[in-house]
Nanobody, 125 residues
Framework: QVQLVESGGGLVQPGGSLRLSCAAS????????IGWFRQAPGKEREGVSY????????YYTDCVKGRFTISRDNAKNTVYLQMNSLKPEDTAVYYC??????????????????WGQGTQVIVSS
């Protein structure tokens, strides 16, 4: 069955770094774009970043541009999110998801059909 499993979250001080991983199984990762989303307590889920199936297109929400980098290794069935210069406002549960259709906005959650269970990121001193 299709599975996406996130890992790499944790507690980090402001200014620190984390690398999240999204391990895919049960389908051919090469055929799908993958998005990273996050949800902080009391807030709506938001799209963080997206990478197309062949890595030719990447997108970021404005508040993480220049700090986060998305990448993928299809041979390892894994998508990564490198997060640098972390801020307290980056605290959230981070999810990866498989995009099964493409409409106007990459961050449209309804375009994603499978989601991981999430990994917690806490940025605090």
């Amino acid at each position: 069955q299709v599975q996406l499993v996130e890992s790499g979250g944790g507690l980090v001080q402001p200014g620190g770094s984390l690398r999240l991983s999204c391990a895919a199984s049960g389908f051919t990762l090469d055929y799908y774009g993958i998005g990273w989303f996050r949800q902080a307590p009391g807030k709506e889920r938001e799209g963080v970043s997206y990478i197309s199936s062949d890595s030719s297109n990447t997108y970021y929400t404005d508040c993480v541009k220049g700090r986060f980098t998305i990448s993928r290794d299809n041979a390892k069935n894994t998508v990564y999110l490198q997060m640098n210069s972390l801020k307290p406002e980056d605290t959230a549960v981070y999810y990866c998801a498989r995009r099964y259709r493409a409409r106007t906005r990459w961050a449209l959650g309804s375009d994603y059909d499978y989601w991981g269970q999430g990994t917690q990121v806490i940025v605090s001193s």
